[in-house]
């Protein structure tokens, strides 16, 4: 009979606890999305249907483009893209040090065509949506601080600690 009593008060003990666990872990995401839910807004840019056409062509685009050069590497060559240690430019560098001279036409290639399709895009926003593409540009800079030392194509640079 005590085996009995102490089985059913540690069961209930046990209980009681992942109960309490859970109703806690919840509690500590709900505080995340009121977090989330805090933030500003994201900005509007109010896209004409022809504009969110040609996003889209311009996406299809270019990773149709990316499908087509991805489908020309060796498997060497993959490891090399799907390698999460390496970052930015020393994986564009390991990366083109294996390129054989069709790969690197058709990645420039690619980078042209992408460039001409961002040129023809911002060509067709309205003065309002410029500076709202501006603005939301101002927003991602505040967001990144601490990483003013980061440049393009350079991965990811160390966060700079508070000490």
């Known amino acids: 009979m005590r085996n009995l009593v102490k089985g059913l008060a540690l069961s209930t003990t046990l209980i009681l606890g992942l109960t309490i666990s859970s ?6 995401n709900n505080t995340t999305k009121k977090e989330r839910s805090e933030r500003p807004a994201r900005v ?3 896209f004409t249907e022809a504009q969110k056409t040609q996003m889209k062509a311009n996406r299809e685009a ?7 050069f991805e489908a ?6 993959k ?8 970052h930015g430019k020393e994986k564009m560098e390991k990366l083109n040090a294996t390129l054989n001279a069709n790969q690197k036409e ?9 460039k001409k399709n961002q040129e023809a895009f911002a060509k067709t926003l309205n003065p309002e949506q410029k500076a709202q593409f501006e603005k939301m540009h ?10 003013k030392d980061h440049k ?3 991965g990811k640079p160390e966060m700079k600690k508070n000490s």
């Open 23 to 28: 109703i806690a872990q919840t509690t500590a």
């Open 44 to 46: 509007e840019m109010n």
């Open 62 to 68: 270019d990773k149709a483009a990316r499908a087509k």
């Open 72 to 77: 020309t590497l060796n498997a060497d060559q």
């Open 79 to 86: 490891a090399i893209v799907q390698n999460k240690s390496i």
């Open 106 to 114: 058709m990645m420039e290639a690619n980078k042209v065509a992408a």
């Open 138 to 147: 101002h927003q991602r800079g505040e967001k990144g601080k601490g990483m």
């Open 152 to 154: 393009k194509g350079e």
